[in-house]
């Protein structure tokens, strides 16, 4: 059995999404069996925040994780990328409250991932992976988040949105077993899909005191008349953002279980109350 690590420091700076604050993040190697986890370096004593369902402290437009008075938010992106290509233990110092937004993407994360590399860690009582025996659901109206019984790790999405730029999109990604087939797939797949707005709700996100740090070059924004921001990089470009989301959410159980997550107009919410279920299953 192995566990992976960073083979190298990564350092990345950059301003988040909702308080528009600039921090300076450091990802480090990080000893087996220790898991990925956050360090708030600006705070005193530098608390440590688990990346873990339990620490979970909100989910309004990005998922948050806390520990005492230390939280540390919009932590989906680097989760995924981190989770994907196969870094189980991982030291993230931060001396902010938000993860930088980037380009509205993973794909920078990733990429410095692959350039770093990773480190094998071999462990002698390795944790065998979870495998969803019978179909595991949470929903709200029509928007619902699955589990279900497969043969393969696999990350199926619907949206469906009144404005035509957008409309109704679906898009599946299977996270292959091989480490370096997953990192392949997920850079080129799934971690370039940008975060994505509506034109007529950001001012009142905006007065609700949320996407401070927002803006046409880190997140993309579609009106009645089309895309404000374009090309896409995708054509199903926010399905495939989603699917990062959900990849993000669901990367705090540790290891992701052998099964198909289904989900269709879900939000973080619904993603971290199904993870909770299949935590509840487990134990």
Known sequence: MQQHTLA???????????????????ILPAEVGSGRYFVRVDLPDSPIIPAQV???????????????????RTVEHLLASLAAIGVDNARIEIDGPELPLMDGSARLWAES??????????????????????????????????ALPAPETRFSYGIDFDLSAIGNQWHSWSLSADLEKAAA???????????FGLLHQIEHLQQ?????????????VCGPEGWINPPLR??????????????GDLSLLGKFPVAHFLAYKASHNLHIQLAQKILDLKF
């Not at 339990?54 to 540390?72: M, P």
């Not at 609700?208 to 993309?220: E, F, H, R, T, V």
Request: hydrophobic residues 45%; aromatic residues 4%.
């Open 54 to 72: 339990a620490a979970v402290s909100q989910t309004v437009l990005s998922t948050e994780l806390g520990k005492g008075v230390a939280c540390i």
């Open 208 to 220: 609700s005191g949320l996407i401070k740090g927002g803006s046409l070059d880190n997140a993309l």
């Open 8 to 26: 190298a420091e990564i350092t990345k700076t950059g301003v988040g999404l909702h308080s528009g604050v600039s921090t300076h993040v450091r």
């Open 185 to 195: 797939s997920f850079a080129m797949e799934i971690a370039p899909a940008r975060t």
């Open 113 to 146: 991932i692959a350039q770093v590399g990773l480190l094998s860690q071999p462990v002698t009582d390795g944790e065998v992976a979870l495998t969803i025996q019978e179909p595991i659901w949470v929903y709200q109206g029509d928007a619902f988040a699955c």
């Open 234 to 247: 995708f054509a199903n470009e926010p399905v495939r953002h989603k699917i990062l989301d959900l990849v």
